[in-house]
C-alpha cells in the first residue's frame, strides 16, 4: 500500500536552526496540502499544490517558512531559523483534483525545537 | 467565518456501548465532510467521506451523518471496542481547495 510518506519522523533541533521535511504523496494524486498541528488542536492549513504549483499559502506561512514541489511528485517543507514556537506536527496530505475527493494524510513529522 | 466545532473536547464510553459524536459548522454551503481518526502521535486516518448531496455513509461499525440545514453532522460508533480509543477529527471542505477542521473529540473506550 502505497499511502502518503513523511520524511523524518520525529525532529529535534536547537532555536535558530534550519529543518527540511519531505512528503511523497500518493502517486496518482496531483494535489499535495500541508498542515499543521499543535498539541490539542485540529490541523491548520498551510499551503498546497496542484501538481507543480503553489496555489496557496496561508497567513500562518512566515517568511521563514518555504514549501517546494518540484517536479510535481514529492514535496519539501523548509522553515528557517526555527523558533520555539514552530514545534508542532506538521502533517502532509494528497489527493486527487477537484472539490469532492478524498484527502489522504500521512505520519506527520513531529518537530521539537529546544 | 468558515469554522469547524466539535464537543464535548473528550468523552468516556463503556466497552459495548454505542456512541455518538457531534460536530458543527458555521456555513451550510459545504462541498463535503470527512471525519478522521488520530491516534496519540500519529497522523490521520480517514474513516468516512460525506459529499455534500449524501445525507449518510456508513463503512462497518461507523456511520456519519450530515444535516447541512442545521450544519451538523454525526459519527455513530456501534458496539465500541477498546481499539476504538482515539481522538476523532471532524473536516469540512467549504469549497475553497483545503480542509477547515474541528479541534476533535478525545474518545476512551471502558474495558
Known amino acids: 500500500d502505497t499511502g502518503v510518506s513523511q520524511d523524518p519522523r520525529h525532529k529535534i533541533t536547537k532555536r535558530g536552526q534550519n529543518v527540511t521535511f519531505r512528503c511523497d504523496p500518493i502517486s496518482e494524486h496531483n494535489r499535495l496540502y500541508w498542515y499543521r498541528q499543535t498539541l490539542g488542536q485540529g490541523p491548520e492549513f498551510l499551503t498546497y499544490?496542484?501538481?507543480?504549483?503553489?496555489?496557496?499559502k496561508s497567513r500562518l506561512l512566515s517568511d521563514r517558512f518555504s514549501a517546494e514541489r518540484p517536479k510535481g511528485s514529492f514535496s519539501t517543507l523548509e522553515i528557517q531559523r526555527t523558533e520555539q514556537g514552530d514545534s508542532a506536527m506538521y502533517l502532509c496530505?494528497?489527493?486527487?483534483?477537484?472539490?469532492?475527493?478524498?484527502?489522504?494524510f500521512g505520519q506527520g513529522t513531529r518537530l521539537t525545537v529546544v | 467565518k468558515q469554522e469547524v466545532t466539535q464537543i464535548p473536547a473528550a468523552l468516556s464510553v463503556p466497552e459495548g456501548e454505542n456512541l455518538v459524536l457531534n460536530c458543527s459548522f458555521t456555513d451550510s454551503a459545504i462541498y463535503n465532510l470527512q471525519w478522521f481518526r488520530q491516534d496519540p502521535g500519529k497522523g490521520l486516518t480517514s474513516l468516512l467521506l460525506i459529499q455534500s448531496s449524501q445525507r449518510e455513509q456508513t463503512s462497518g461499525r461507523l456511520n456519519a451523518s450530515l444535516d447541512k440545514s442545521s450544519g451538523r453532522s454525526t459519527l455513530y460508533i456501534a458496539a465500541s471496542q477498546p481499539g476504538d480509543s482515539a481522538t476523532y477529527l471532524c473536516a469540512v471542505n467549504f469549497g475553497n481547495e483545503k480542509l477547515t477542521f474541528g479541534t476533535g473529540t478525545r474518545l476512551t473506550i471502558i474495558p
Open positions: 496530505a494528497s489527493s486527487r483534483s477537484g472539490l469532492f475527493t478524498e484527502a489522504f
Open positions: 499544490f496542484q501538481n507543480e504549483a503553489q496555489l496557496e
